[in-house]
């Protein structure tokens, strides 16, 4: 069962001659180990996150574990506005089975920016982001190539909500896209994009639909990425989130709850031209509950399913399914007395048995949990190692039963440390990361990578 999170801000004084500064969680790591770079080293991952500024009063940070037994290589690149261009960071080593934090301000102060972050090894990044004093935050894993079709299921223009769309350009050439946003009434296209090469261009969807629900279909004449951003009372709260480039028959996402003063709401979008019958299982740490009654989701729309009525009050993990490709995203909302808070996290379209999770912190005043589903029908053992700034640290095993979900309490385990994590099961999983901090005042949520390979 879930502890009830009540963290703290903290604020870490430096090392520097009587300098206090207000860090983000392991923001100076990654400069500890920075080398001057010697050249283009051979890339073996690539990640991008289209999202994310370091203006209007944004910090913005770039995680990156290595999960693998050498030394990693790793060098971000930071593309800005066509009229800023695009900037290199220094190359950093980052040791095996460790992490390390890059503030982006420390290249790209000031400005709207995306970032690529290139290793010659197999590392894996997410990208947190903090405004208003750290009242709030959002936090989204990367993608790990462009793509010429992308698909966001969330999205709001209605309730006070401003909605944007990010777009990364990473390529030598110009490329033009063309929005079309799926609402609860149908299709609406939007006039094409020219999104200059080695930059980005920002679309506040507020401007093209009227008050409503929306889900975003991108499609691009060369590559890009897509990622969304949404924001609420005055920013007082946000989330974030990437897109798909394929529509699945069936989705997994760990997180879900309706304890703990929790809303929680599973986004469907059907950007196909059939409708789609939709059925949602709910796993909590008893078990499944009985089924829900299936939904019908119309071609070009999208749909909000509330799951309350069918849990109750209980932590949760949701398993889609359904008869045409869709995408699923999950959002969750929360007032601790200061303001609505909120995070929300794209599904999972398949199961594998390794989940990296990039972000994490037991620090600072923060909480970090694990949520891991089981949606087998046999029990399924977990292994679960964290992955500091001084190294691995490995936690005892887990057994979930079937059809069922675990909320691993990581402050329990590993107290006052920046974290990577890795989950490794005998049995595929769906696995995410949450945060909160500010005695629950903000919090962010991430689905982590997932592999069937082992490091």
Not at 196 to 216: C, E, F, G, L, Q
Not at 285 to 314: C, F, L
Request: glycine letters at 8%; aromatic letters at 8%; one cysteine or more.
């Amino acid at each position: 069962m879930r502890k009830t999170r009540t963290p703290r801000l903290a604020v870490i004084v430096t090392m520097l001659a009587a300098l206090t500064l207000m860090l983000l969680p392991g923001a100076a790591s990654a400069g500890a180990g920075r080398k001057p770079s010697a050249g283009a080293f051979p890339v073996a991952r690539s990640w991008y996150f289209a999202e994310g500024t370091t203006a209007y009063g944004f910090e913005e940070y770039v995680c990156v574990q290595n999960p693998t037994p050498n030394v990693a290589k790793v060098q971000a690149t930071y593309m800005m506005p066509p009229e800023k261009g695009q900037k290199l960071g220094d190359e950093f080593e980052l040791p095996s089975l460790s992490r390390a934090t890059i503030n982006v301000a420390e290249v790209a102060p000031s400005t709207d920016v995306s970032v690529k972050v290139d290793s010659d090894q197999e590392v894996i990044c997410e990208r947190s982001m903090y405004w208003a004093g750290r009242a709030e935050g959002h936090d989204s894993i990367g993608v790990m190539s462009p793509q010429t079709k992308w698909y966001l299921a969330e999205g709001c223009t209605n309730y006070g909500f401003e909605e944007y769309l990010s777009l990364q350009n990473p390529l030598s050439s110009n490329s033009t896209a063309t929005i079309t946003y799926n609402t609860s009434s149908g299709p609406k296209a939007r006039a094409p994009i020219v999104v200059p090469a080695h930059s980005r261009k920002t679309i506040k969807v507020n401007d093209d639909v009227p008050p409503d629900d929306v889900s975003v279909t991108v499609n691009a004449t060369k590559p890009l990425v897509a990622e969304r951003s949404m924001y609420w009372d005055a920013r007082r709260g946000g989330h974030d989130s990437i897109g798909t480039s394929l529509p699945s028959l069936s989705w997994f996402m760990a997180e879900g709850s309706t304890k703990w003063g929790f809303d929680t709401f599973v986004l469907v979008q059907n950007p196909g031209t059939v409708d789609a019958t939709v059925n949602m299982t709910y796993l909590t740490g008893s078990g499944p509950v009985p089924a829900a009654p299936p939904i019908v989701v119309k071609a070009g729309t999208r749909t909000t399913v509330d799951p309350r009525g069918v849990v109750g009050n209980a932590d949760f993990s949701t398993k889609v399914t359904s008869s045409r490709g869709i995408i699923c995203e999950r959002s969750m909302y929360w007032n601790n007395g200061t303001g609505k808070a909120g995070h929300d996290t794209i599904g999972l379209p398949a199961l594998a048995k390794n989940c990296f999770l990039a972000e994490g912190t037991t620090a600072y005043g923060f909480e970090t949990f694990v949520l891991v589903a089981n949606p087998n029908n046999e029990p399924n053992d977990v292994e679960v190692s964290y992955m500091t700034p001084e190294g691995e640290v490995q936690r005892p095993g887990i057994v979930i039963a079937p059809n069922s979900r675990v909320t691993i309490d990581v402050n329990a385990d590993l107290p006052s440390s920046d974290v990577s994590i890795r989950l490794t099961a005998d049995k595929p999983i769906a696995a995410e990361r949450s945060m909160y901090w500010h005695g629950r005042g903000g919090g962010t949520d991430s689905i982590g990578y997932m592999t069937d390979k082992s490091f």
